[in-house]
């Protein structure tokens, strides 16, 4: 099994930046990709940024050039800076990853990190 623990949320001004951390722990060797989602209110969970395990990179097209996911598999600890923010980035951010197991795709999900973006 995994759990992953986000931190690094906070409330920031908008053009302002903050760091986001996913700390993985248990079954660490299992993962190959960890991916950043995030929930606005009123709306559904949705793809932010991915990085796997040989270092390839996605961002989906509202964030391209103001996030950078990073991996630091030392530390088994994923990150996402988060630069240029503006209120439209407000939203609880969730890590989550898969796991292949002999009976299927295992998903876990990080409690979230809440993020305010003040105009």
């Known amino acids: 099994q995994v759990q992953l623990v986000e931190s690094g949320g906070g409330l920031v001004q908008a053009g302002g930046s903050l760091r986001l951390s996913c700390a993985a722990s248990g079954s660490t060797f299992s993962i190959n990709v960890i991916g950043w989602y995030r929930r606005a209110p009123g709306k559904q969970r949705e793809l932010v940024a991915e990085?796997?395990?040989?270092?390839?990179?996605s961002y989906v097209d509202f964030v391209k050039g103001r996030f950078t996911i990073s991996r630091d598999s030392a530390k088994n600890t994923v990150y996402l800076q988060m630069n240029s923010l503006n209120p439209e980035d407000t939203a609880v951010y969730y890590c989550?990853?898969?796991?292949?197991?002999?009976?299927?795709?295992?998903?876990?999900w990080g409690q979230g990190t809440q993020v305010t973006v003040s105009s």
């Open positions: 989550h990853t898969e796991i292949l197991t002999m009976w299927g795709l295992k998903d876990y």
């Open positions: 990085v796997s395990s040989g270092g390839s990179t």
